[in-house]
């Protein structure tokens, strides 16, 4: 029996794990958390049995407490609520599957406790990969990734030498707005963002897709999962979603992942590795697709791809900056009280305004967090 902890149980990435076990007789889970939403939590609770559920609201974590009272259950609440989910004692493997830079604590707090990371939280990497990586390695921790690029680059990986590595190819769908004009973007709305053509995920990586922040955040987190330099990372738009992503050998050779635009391959392989496991659902039919197409990232436009090499190429407290100002311009983005394009605008003038720190310390991290919201706050 495997038991797994999943933090952000209630979102995209914790359901389709959910899916996941309840397909496997052999995986259990023994923590869950989410932020505020009681109704799918409970429910979530009476089916899987956890030990340790959290929100971290903590009014709505009273809320469960009283409605799963009949239960034997431990509910806690706050940063603290997603620490104690993260170091559950008979959990094995942490999927990481909340949004945003709060999965930091919870996830140093998992490698330290000696747990395998299933890794979806890509701002935690984004942020504090250099804190991250050294210390899995410590403490003799593998960080799976989650994410589908990530996933397929370490599938085509196997069985490799690192030092035969040229490059890292990562393709990208180009998402709603990838031939609209600087013009044209003006006028898109909350909605438009929200229409991916190809995944179906929450909905601030779903903007972030939109942007291509996601891709640059990707970037970043290839960088930190698998050692390399920012040159050796290209970028792709391979509009059908169906190559994962790609690595280009020194003689030239290239190994694709290819699947369907479906998380639960990804998850899957994470959750069993280095074991592939029966996973039903639709299979490619090459003849029906006809052909898969490549274009250039349109990067001039849609400009997440440029900040974030340059962000990941500056380094130090750069990369904090350009994910906390993107988390704070999307949250305003969704509650629409900026445009599209502002998103970009408080990004750039966030990233203008830093004094980088060197190899900041998760303190340094969190600060420069704070100062960002702070100063899009006070625009
Ligand atoms: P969702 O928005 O669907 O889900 C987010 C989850 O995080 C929910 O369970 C939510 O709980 C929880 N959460 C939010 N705030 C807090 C908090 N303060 N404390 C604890 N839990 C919290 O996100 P996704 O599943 O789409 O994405 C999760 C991560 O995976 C992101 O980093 C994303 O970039 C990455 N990812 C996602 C992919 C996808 O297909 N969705 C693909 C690749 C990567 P509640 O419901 O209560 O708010
Ligand atoms: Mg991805």
Known sequence: ??????????????????????????????????????????????????????????????????????????????????????????????????????????????????????????????????LIMPMAEQYGVSILPVDSEHSAIFQCLQGEDAKEVDSLIITASGGPFRKKTQKELTAVTLEDALKHPNWSMGKKITIDSATLVNKGLEVIEARWLFGVDFEQIKVVVQPQSIIHSMVQFKDGGVKAQLGTPDMKLPIQYALFYPERRFLPGERLDFAALGSISFEEPPTDVLKGLSFAYDAGRTGGSMPTVLNAANEKAVALFLQEEISFLEIYQLIEDAMNAHHVIENPSLEEVLETEQWVYEFIESR
């Open 1 to 130: 029996m495997k038991f797994i902890s999943i933090i952000g149980s209630t979102g995209s990435i914790g359901t389709q794990t959910l899916e996941l076990v309840r397909a496997n007789e052999d995986l259990a889970v023994t923590a869950l958390a989410a932020g505020s939403n009681v109704t799918l939590l409970e429910q979530q609770i009476r089916e899987f049995h956890p030990r340790i559920a959290v929100l971290y609201d903590r009014q709505s974590a009273d809320e469960l407490r009283l409605r799963v009272s009949d239960l034997d259950v431990k509910v806690f609440s706050g940063p603290e609520g997603l620490v104690e989910a993260a170091v559950e004692p008979s959990c094995s493997l942490v999927v990481t599957a909340v949004v945003g830079m709060i999965g930091i604590r919870p996830t140093i707090a998992a490698i330290q406790a000696k747990k395998d990371i299933a890794l979806a939280n890509k701002e935690t990497l984004v942020t504090a990969g250099h």
